[in-house]
């Protein structure tokens, strides 16, 4: 590694109600695999006091600080648990999760969020935490979901899952980098629709013709890493249907799941794009959101060591389907 890429920090959000252990195991590995620091983050809110008692809320704030200081050693404590050797450094800090947890990831290698299946109001505001940081982060954002056992249905064996479409996306070096460092395969998919005719009366193009267009279009993504990666094997898989479920699909038993998205425009950074909206719902595993206009920090970093939506493409190809992620 070099300078400042090898000192730029895992940075990984924890809060106070014990949610986040999967996801502070899981940077913590990381941070030591790409011997960089870890820092733990934690947001808290001020509770609420009678604005006209100054000591009632002076206490108040003084009792959530120290509530945050022992969410965070609790949490560091874990860390070292997990690589004893790895810098770890804490922050405390007061405001909301969403808008907080963004001002860190300037300069960060990336940020980890964990996550648990919720209903109601308080699953949706996770969710709506994920979603905002993982459209607007200045770094690589990695939800982290509670893990499958090796016996659940669909298990399979551990992989690195990339969804691929008709763009160059930085989420390929991200997987294949992620595949190196863990000794694991790529398994690249893509989803693909037969053509459409442009009227009713119309004749579409052969089926035969616009999965061959894919899997060209697949190959050709491939053809930039796999030279790079040459010890990386990769696995190709061409699904006629919906991006989201495609990759739903894979991502059980997957050590990991990367998708790529594009731009960082409010509006649609803030909406994030339908496919990975609905994989970060319903996916099985780990999930990295990479945005193709900023580089994938693992993909510059020499190796260490040994719900459906029918949005969900558009299309600019004769059988090419675009993730709108």
Request: one cysteine or more; proline letters at 7%; aromatic letters at 4%.
């Amino acid at each position: 590694m070099r300078g400042n890429a090898a000192r730029a920090a895992v940075v990984v959000a924890v809060d106070d109600a014990g949610t986040a252990g999967d996801a502070v195991d899981w940077a913590s590995a990381e941070a030591a695999t790409r011997r960089c620091p870890l820092r733990i983050v934690h947001v808290f809110h001020q509770p609420l006091a009678d604005p006209y008692c100054i000591a009632a809320a002076t206490d108040n704030l003084l009792t959530a600080r120290a509530t945050a200081e022992g969410v965070l050693r609790k949490a560091a404590a874990r860390a070292h648990s997990v690589a004893s050797d790895i810098e770890v450094s804490t922050t405390a800090l007061r405001g909301t999760p969403s808008h907080t947890l963004l001002g860190q990831t300037a300069g960060a290698q990336l940020l980890v969020l964990g996550s648990r299946a919720r209903h109601g109001l308080r699953g949706l505001l996770t969710r709506s935490v994920s979603i905002h940081l993982a459209a607007h982060a200045a770094c690589p954002v990695v939800v982290i979901r509670p893990t499958q056992p090796a016996d659940a249905p669909g298990w399979s064996p551990p992989r690195i899952v990339v969804g691929v479409d008709a763009t160059e996306s930085s989420a390929l070096g991200f997987a294949f980098q992620a595949a190196r460092q863990r000794g694991l395969p790529v398994f690249a998919v893509r989803a693909w629709t037969p053509d459409r005719p442009t009227d009713l009366e119309g004749i579409s193009g052969p089926t035969t013709l616009a999965e061959l267009l894919a899997r060209r279009a697949l190959e050709r993504a491939l053809g930039r890493w796999r030279p790079e990666f040459p010890d990386v094997p990769v696995h190709t898989t061409l699904v006629r249907g919906d991006p989201a479920q495609a990759l739903i699909n894979q991502s059980h038993g997957a050590a990991l799941l990367v998708i790529g998205t594009r731009g960082h425009g409010h509006l649609r950074g803030t909406m994030l794009g339908s496919v990975t909206q609905t994989v970060l719902q319903h996916g099985h595993s780990p999930l990295a959101v990479i945005h193709d206009t900023a580089t994938a920090p693992t993909a510059a970093v020499p190796n260490p060591g040994p719900g459906r939506d029918t949005r969900a493409g558009r299309r600019d190809a004769p059988g090419n389907r675009r993730w709108s992620a």
